[in-house]
């Protein structure tokens, strides 16, 4: 028996054992699908098995590439919606044990959503940002990686809402700049693009590595990857932030400071020539 709401129940609510919901023991990846293809297939497939890995999960003999793609792709045919959606598949590890699990065999769940555009389209309605302190990533593996414990972002999106901005971005442990609540983060300085490198505790996007490696066949554009301080941030010609959902976000303020967006919309032009080529 369970107690739920205030009410006493003889059947066990499935979410008593389960790891995910207990301990935030699972790991996950968002796609995005446009006209029956998962964009980014091999990168989102490689970034999951290198979290289950980390996290010390037991990857099952059938989870391929191919399983992977099949299992996401009959979902969103079957709700008509494979011309443009996102699908989650959140990998959590199987019931039972406290800290100490039972097991490391997994389960995995798939849902999906339709999307309004195929190809990506810049947004440049206003979009403020500020930084969220209340909290700190850590330089650490486990922040490059997708998991199911995702309390920063939630409170900092909470914070956003109340205080009016579209975003926050958030510092590690040192106070140096990391991304933002739904994103990498990129600094257009002079002819430099600049994103915080790994090993600052951001996550290891997707997007992040399909923008680096556009923007380097960009003339004009030196790509770097250094640490930035809040300080740098007014001093940036461009702010934008990328996911695989969005693309990328052009961030029009931060706190007195307002950005153009001139290499966000090439490197949108970039990304989108580029998918229309694979």
Known sequence: MINFNGNIAQEENMLTQNRAFLYGDGVFETVKIINNKILFLEDHYFRLMASMRVVRMEIPMNFTMEYFEEQILNLVQQKNIASSARARITVFR???????????????????????NTLYALNTAEYEVDLYKDFYVTK????????????????????????????????????NVVEA??????????????????????????????????????????VVEEIISPFDLQKADELFLTNVITGIQPISKYRKK?????????LVQKLNESISEN
Not at 258 to 266: I, M, Q, W
């Open 94 to 116: 199987n019931d039972g044990g406290l800290y100490l699990p039972k097991t490391n065999e997994v389960s995995f769940l798939i849902h999906a959503t339709p999307l309004d």
């Open 140 to 175: 650490q593996l486990l922040s490059s990686i997708k998991t199911t414990n995702k309390m920063i972002n939630v409170t900092g999106s909470i914070f956003a809402h109340e205080n009016g901005l579209a975003n926050c971005i958030l510092l590690n442990d040192t106070k």
């Open 181 to 222: 609540l739904q994103g990498n983060l990129f600094m257009i300085l002079g002819k430099k693009l600049i994103t915080p490198p790994i090993s600052e505790g951001c996550l290891n996007g997707i997007m992040r590595k399909q923008i680096l490696a556009l923007a380097k066949k960009v003339e004009g554009i030196e």
């Open 258 to 266: 307002e950005f153009t967006s001139n290499r966000a919309h090439l």
